[in-house]
């Protein structure tokens, strides 16, 4: 990427702005490549997610996470560039499409700032392979028109633009200029989202009741005739609603619902959307370093401070959930050792209470040796034993047929990439797949020796729950 040596803010005109995309078009021209071109510009605060409402189309790619504990969100809309890729390549493709972007890229503006830039929005399914008629590929990236990203209350938005040889530079800069006088003073009206603040649903378990308890079963003989250590298994269900749900409305409601949480949204500019609240961190890359986590083993929340340490308390102790989390982290391990990566995490797993469910936790940090990148990293990672199995080789070709649906983004990974490297993606979990009135929700379990099918199904009871609360406006 080309960083020119400009300043959008001291050069704040239109007619100064029609100069500057001239000389990038007389790039394009001479480069005989189309320029992607970036202006960033550190802006008043402005809150990512009313900015996505004010301009949400539902047939146009949308990108939106967000995690309020640490304090960032980050939402984009428009694709001005995009790739999908499918295979076991799929993560190496996606890197060399960004790699050749980036080659061809001309930035202005607050680069240096949080979110400067930009930034490729990533959505990666579970399997390599989509299934016909999947709502998303097996690896979709986009660069968005407009961008807005907040950290640590330092806001920037960015207007990325695609300029070939005969660009018409006039109508671009109008573009750009009406969206500048947008965010320096932003209109929060309130959105009007479609539906009913409570919608009447219909409830229909994929693969109808007894499913899941007999794959449970079929899961655990497997195990016990050695075959696995561990497999993940997940339920659907199908929810229909008398008026379209509206991915955004549900957002809001999960956002303030878990703020330890990753809130996310990504649209595939067909009229589907799939929604979540992650708490689970997948790869997390800055400069030279890493950081990843295993999230294994849970239980519920208590209904006083007694009981919920009482849970909590009994979790740390367990020698099943103990063994599941132990099996994730020494997976962690193998993976990385191929790329020269040690890593580093405590003894022992603590306690991440979530609203309504709490797990067994251990971060996990490594530096990074040089020329190991992000999706090379996140090529190993994906999928952990906390979403997929151990061992993976064993454990993944099982899934679809004893789950009997396809995940999809269910358990896949959800993030972004910014021109520097660096970025982030958590696990698609506490999820659901929007299209229109219809609503697909998932949650799933870790089974190991020692697992109940009985307690399973209600782990993944109380997982689906936050989702049916969002989604009703309870």
């Known amino acids: 990427m080309t960083i020119l040596p400009l300043d959008p803010a001291a050069n704040a005109s239109p007619e100064a702005l029609c100069a500057f995309l001239a000389q990038c078009r007389a790039v394009a021209q001479q480069a005989g490549k189309a320029q992607l071109v970036s202006i960033s510009l550190k802006v008043d605060a402005l809150d990512p997610l009313a900015v996505l409402e004010s301009i949400f189309e539902p047939r146009e790619k949308h990108f939106f996470i967000e995690k309020p504990s640490e304090h960032f969100a980050l939402a984009g809309a428009e694709a001005v560039v995009e790739f999908s890729a499918s295979g076991p390549d799929r993560f190496a493709a996606c890197q060399r499409f960004i790699d050749e972007t980036l080659a061809n890229t001309l930035a202005v503006g607050a680069q240096q700032n949080p979110f400067g830039g930009p930034h490729f929005f990533c959505a990666f399914g579970f399997v390599d392979e989509a299934e016909g008629g999947a709502a998303f590929p097996a690896a979709q990236v986009f ?215 709490q797990h067994l936790h251990t971060p996990v940090e490594a530096s990074l040796p040089d020329g190991v990148r992000l999706l090379e990293l996140l090529s190993r990672l994906h999928p952990t034993p906390a979403v997929g199995g151990s061992p993976r080789e064993a454990a993944l070709p099982l899934i679809r047929s004893l789950e009997g649906f396809p995940r999809g983004l269910y358990a896949g990974a959800i993030g972004w990439i910014d021109s520097r490297g660096g970025g982030e993606f958590c696990v698609g979990l506490r999820s659901a797949l929007m299209d229109g009135a219809s609503t697909r929700l998932y949650a799933g379990a870790g089974i190991v020796d020692g697992s109940n099918p009985d307690k399973e199904f209600a782990e993944t009871e109380l997982k689906f729950r936050a989702m049916r609360d969002a989604l009703q406006g309870g």
């Open 143 to 357: 660069v968005p028109r407009w961008q807005v990203g907040c950290r640590d209350g330092v806001t920037v938005a960015t207007a990325n633009l695609l300029l070939t040889s005969e660009a018409p530079i006039e109508a671009f800069a109008e573009r750009v200029w009406r969206a500048r006088s947008k965010f320096d003073s932003f209109d929060y009206a309130q959105p009007s989202f479609e539906g009913i603040d409570t919608p009447d649903l219909n409830f229909e378990e994929v693969g109808g009741p007894g499913h899941y308890a007999l794959a449970v079963k079929r899961a655990l003989d497997l195990i016990h005739a050695g075959t696995l250590e561990k497999i993940v298994l997940a339920r659907a269900q199908d929810l229909r609603a008398l008026e379209p749900f509206h991915p955004l409305r549900a957002l809001n409601s999960l956002r303030e619902r878990f703020s330890e949480c990753y809130a996310f949204s990504v649209a595939n500019g067909l009229g589907q959307s799939f929604i979540g609240a992650s708490p689970e961190r997948l790869l997390c890359v800055q400069g030279a370093r890493m950081s990843t986590e295993a999230l294994a083993g849970s239980t519920r929340r208590g209904a006083s401070a007694s009981e919920d340490a009482a849970l909590g308390g009994a979790l740390l102790r367990d020698e099943k959930d103990l063994r599941e989390h132990q099996t994730v982290i020494e997976s962690i391990k193998r993976r990385l050792v191929p790329l020269g990566i040690r890593e580093e995490h405590p003894g022992r797993p603590v306690l991440r209470k979530l609203a309504n469910v």
